[in-house]
């Protein structure tokens, strides 16, 4: 499977691809840089991720390319806050961000799993998906809700009713972290939920040649 990272020239988007001997920046078979994109093709790779943090109007200007491949039957992986609304039936709503809940002796993120049964959770613990978040999601009918905050709002979820493709939302921001060296949970957080996400691409795949 053929995996490809949308990033940027900040610091930390570097950081990432390098840090812990590089073996992030080795999940990816090409990476792309989000200033140059007009000039790539997306459609050759099975996979596409797109960073934490990347600057709005490069992704407005890119928009049409993201959603064709997504049409086209790509595979999207989406970090963090999606704003502008560059991607449609992406509806994600920023909220205030607790930083600190783990300095309380005691304290707990509410975050849970929206379905117990659901095969994310093969591969990841909820206590994993835990260090902040910017903002929840009002997803779309047909869209699998997977981790919820404490009222149920979204904050992973799976869409593959809107596209050929299969969209993978969520509003954390694993790699921003592993590129700036602190929060030690995104570290088995991004290797694990990146397993599921090949896991899960690979099972459609195979379904459809079997078809």
């Known amino acids: 499977m053929k995996t490809a990272l949308i990033t940027g020239g900040s610091s ?20 792309f840089y989000l200033p140059r994109l007009h000039e790539e ?39 963090g806050s999606v704003r502008p609304p560059y991607i449609p039936h992406i509806n994600f709503k ?20 929206y379905d117990q049964n659901h095969s994310l959770w093969n591969f990841l613990e909820v206590q994993e998906c835990k260090w902040h978040y910017h903002g929840t999601f009002e997803v779309e009918e047909g869209c699998q809700k997977i981790l919820v905050d404490e009222v149920g709002r979204p904050i992973l979820y799976k869409d593959d009713c809107h596209f050929a493709g299969t969209m993978y939302v969520t509003s954390l921001d694993p790699d921003y972290h592993i590129g700036q060296g602190f929060m030690p949970t995104t570290v088995p957080f991004m290797e694990k939920f990146m397993q599921w996400v090949t896991s899960d691409i690979e099972a459609k795949l195979a379904q459809k040649e079997s078809a």
Not at 45 to 65: E, H, R, W, Y
């Open 41 to 79: 093709e997306l459609e050759g790779f099975d996979c596409v991720v797109i960073a934490t943090g990347l600057n709005p109007d490069f992704l407005m200007k890119n928009s049409q390319k993201i959603v064709s491949y997504l049409e086209q039957g790509g595979n999207l992986v989406t970090f």
């Open 12 to 31: 930390f988007q570097q950081g990432f691809l390098k840090v812990h001997g590089g073996k992030f920046g080795a999940l990816f078979d090409k990476v």
């Open 94 to 113: 920023p909220c205030e961000t607790n930083f600190w809940w783990w300095i309380h002796p005691g304290a707990d993120l509410p975050l849970y799993a």
